[in-house]
């Protein structure tokens, strides 16, 4: 954008957000909103990755429906062996369930972490684990120090695991039993593709891209934030 202005040029642009979320509040929302639609009179086409991010760049950022088009998430999928060291964590629970997420607000690992420790608290539940798969960036290292203050707060460690970034872990799907996702919002969410791939079953919240792929018929959708009805979706 910037060297075709330099170049005295205009380029065509195709530009894709891969998970559209407004996160501001007050000021900040309204200008990035302005910033958008300004910036739109300037691209070809928009591309999103799922319908309901679609439908979401036509409500909250007006659009032209024919500047935008959906493009979904390819995916490829392999089953890979994990080490010994990993079959036994595994092999301490008698059910495991996994998230792909790295360690963001955006993931909401607070409600996921709450909603967890309701469950151990239900009949017949103590042998449960939950996998959290995924590093951090820099930017999220108070986010980080606040989960695992947390985790340790709900007196979690026996039952919940970081495994810390995993490379191709979609991979690994197949040792697991549910695949969980408390996200606040996504694009189109490829682990979830993955997991349904591999025959798992998916416990998600009702956010966009999420709800593309998860309904009554393939998995189980919950509420944001609501960790007891989290809970008991689980249960």
Do not use: C
């Amino acid at each position: 954008f910037f060297s075709s202005i330099l170049l005295f040029k205009p380029a065509k642009i195709v530009y894709t957000m891969h998970g559209y979320n407004n996160k501001f509040d007050g000021l900040k929302f309204y200008m990035y909103t302005f910033f958008e639609k300004i910036f739109s009179t300037l691209v070809e086409r928009h591309i999103a990755v799922s319908a309901s991010e679609r439908r979401k760049f036509l409500t909250e950022l007006a659009f032209a429906e024919e500047q935008v088009i959906v493009i979904e998430n390819g995916i490829s999928v392999e089953e890979k062996k994990l080490n010994k060291r990993q079959m036994l964590i595994l092999g301490r629970s008698s059910y495991n369930i996994v998230t792909f997420s790295r360690i963001s607000p955006q993931k909401d690992l607070e409600t996921m972490l709450y909603s967890f420790s309701e469950l151990l608290k239900k009949p017949n539940k103590k042998s449960i684990a939950l996998h959290i798969i995924g590093g951090h960036i820099d930017g999220d290292k108070a986010y980080l120090k606040k989960i695992l203050a947390l985790h340790k707060s709900l007196k979690l460690e026996n039952n919940v695991i970081f495994w810390d970034d995993l490379p191709f872990a979609s991979s690994f799907l197949q040792y697991f039993d549910l695949y969980w996702s408390t996200a606040l919002w996504e694009g189109l969410p490829t682990a979830i593709i993955e997991s349904m791939l591999k025959k798992i079953l998916v416990v998600s919240t009702d956010v966009v891209g999420n709800i593309d792929l998860v309904n009554v018929n393939t998995g189980i959708l919950t509420p944001v934030k609501d960790h007891h009805k989290i809970a008991e979706k689980l249960h």
